[in-house]
């Protein structure tokens, strides 16, 4: 299986400078990203001080920026550039200002560098000011030329203005600067890695808004409880209260984020690395395995029951050449690239698929039969006629197996539907969470078509699956 990815920062090709204030109606440039913090350094600091102070001041200059960046403090109040060219706000940028030979060659050197707070993930807002006309809690320019010229190292530097908990970063990767926001809108039955995110994002900014309820588990699921807090969200901030999370929703998530954590401030709470490690693989491949292949494994046999262009894979969490060939024959139904990657794009298209037959297919499909997974994963707090199918089922497997307890059919995911969730998971040798995922549902269903084997199936019904 993949390494779960990290959100972590990376150097921008381009970063998106506004000539103007935040408000000030003016253009917006594309600036490649070395080239900016070259001419910011160039309307700055003068190219006559000292080496070690120049080096300090563009490290200072490249973490203020990359923090701009990385939590897309514009962006996410609805602008559409990274980061403005004046002092007051940013930092000084002149589109057709000289660049200084020297600060264009210290920045090559460290334009993929910068500070941060120890144990922490973002760039540090290195706030900094002249130190004579102004004056700030952070870096003093002109101060930095005494204390180079006092034999002071740029990293000393920093430290004497930012303090003795930063650290340094170099080599960072490169990337090419992309929306964050989801491709297409989250909402009830989604999951991913967006998902996992925004519960991260929702349970922090709960602890400043308590109206806003706790997502119980933070597992990338767009359960009920999710779409409950993303509707409490959306109403205490003056959203569409829709449940549904599309780029306007997603945005203001984040910068609500972003003032609660106090990422845009020197004395920032910080991210710590396990709140930007994702939940799950970002693609999925040949030579992969676990739970999430069979997952998939799963939704593209169900879709091909209903389509004659590809066929069945063994259900067995191994991304196999059968694998790759099945999400080819998909891609190539969907109309996308045949890579044979289960990407989020491939994902987003093989969900949706699976929710418009789910949705479309008449009751009269299941009679004598388990339904399909109905797309939502089903847990504690969970209600419903699909709860209220499950415990059906459940009931029906406790008469064969005296290790699983008869519930109660109430439409109520509660303790004892949770417990008798266990029990199954544990007898069958799947993950005991306590969640109905498609395979825990899949499990569910063979057993109890297997039990009521005895009534005829009509040649349109679903067909089971028997997840190895």
């Known amino acids: 299986m993949n390494q779960l990815p990290m959100l972590l920062p990376t150097i921008p090709q381009a970063i998106v400078v506004h000539l103007g204030g935040q408000d000030e109606e003016a253009p917006n440039i594309e600036v490649g990203f070395i080239d900016y913090i070259a001419n910011v350094a160039s309307n700055e600091i003068y190219p006559t001080w000292p080496e070690n102070a120049l080096i300090a001041n563009v490290i200072a200059q490249t973490s203020f920026a990359l923090n701009r960046v990385y939590t897309e403090y514009y962006r996410s109040k609805g602008y559409d550039y990274d980061i403005t060219s004046t002092g007051a706000m940013d930092q000084t940028y002149d589109p057709g200002g000289s660049v200084f030979e020297n600060l264009e060659q210290i920045t090559e050197r460290y334009f993929n560098s910068y500070i941060r707070r120890k144990g922490k993930v973002e760039p540090l807002y290195a706030v900094y000011c002249d130190g004579v006309r102004t004056v700030c809690d952070g870096l003093s320019q002109t101060g930095t030329v005494a204390l180079a ?61 308590p109206s806003i309820p706790k997502i119980p588990i933070e597992d990338g699921i767009f359960g009920n409880e999710t779409e409950n807090a993303v509707k409490e969200f959306q109403s205490v901030f003056g959203l569409q209260v829709d449940g549904i999370v599309g780029n306007a929703t997603w945005y203001e998530v984040r910068e609500k984020y972003n003032a609660v954590k106090k990422l845009n401030e020197l004395l920032s709470e910080g991210l710590n690395y396990d709140e930007v490690t994702l939940q799950f693989p970002e693609n999925l491949s040949f030579g992969d395995s676990g739970v999430y292949v069979s997952i998939i494994q799963y939704y593209l046999n169900f879709v091909s029951a209903f389509t004659t262009d590809f066929s069945d894979v063994p259900i067995n969490g191994r991304f196999d050449e059968a694998t790759v060939e099945q999400v080819k024959d998909f891609q ?22 699976y929710r418009g037959i789910i949705l479309s297919l008449p009751p009269s499909s299941f009679e004598g039969i388990a339904r399909p997974f109905p797309g939502i994963v089903l847990r504690i707090g969970s209600t419903g006629q699909d709860v209220r199918d499950l415990q059906e089922y459940i009931n029906v497997l406790a008469g064969s197996y005296a290790q699983i307890p008869e519930i109660a059919v109430d439409g109520i995911f ?3 539907t949770r417990d008798a969730v266990y029990a199954i998971q544990s007898l069958f040798g799947l993950t005991v969470d306590g969640s109905v995922d498609s395979i825990t549902w899949a499990k569910i269903a063979d057993e109890y078509n297997t039990i009521l084997a005895g009534q005829v199936r009509a040649d349109d019904q679903f067909p089971g699956y028997t997840v190895n």
Not at 344 to 352: C, G, I, M, R, S
């Open 414 to 416: 509660g303790e004892n």
């Open 332 to 353: 190539a139904f969907a109309g996308l690239p045949q890579s044979g990657i289960m990407d989020e794009v491939t994902w987003n298209a093989l969900y949706n698929e």
């Open 149 to 209: 010229n006092q034999g002071l190292s740029p990293f000393e530097i920093l430290q004497y203005y930012y303090g003795e908990d930063i650290e340094f970063v170099d080599n960072v990767s490169i990337s090419t600067p992309e929306d964050t926001a989801p491709t297409i809108p989250l909402r009830l039955g989604y999951s991913g890695n967006d998902v996992y995110i925004l519960q991260r994002r929702l349970n922090r900014i709960s602890a400043n808004y």
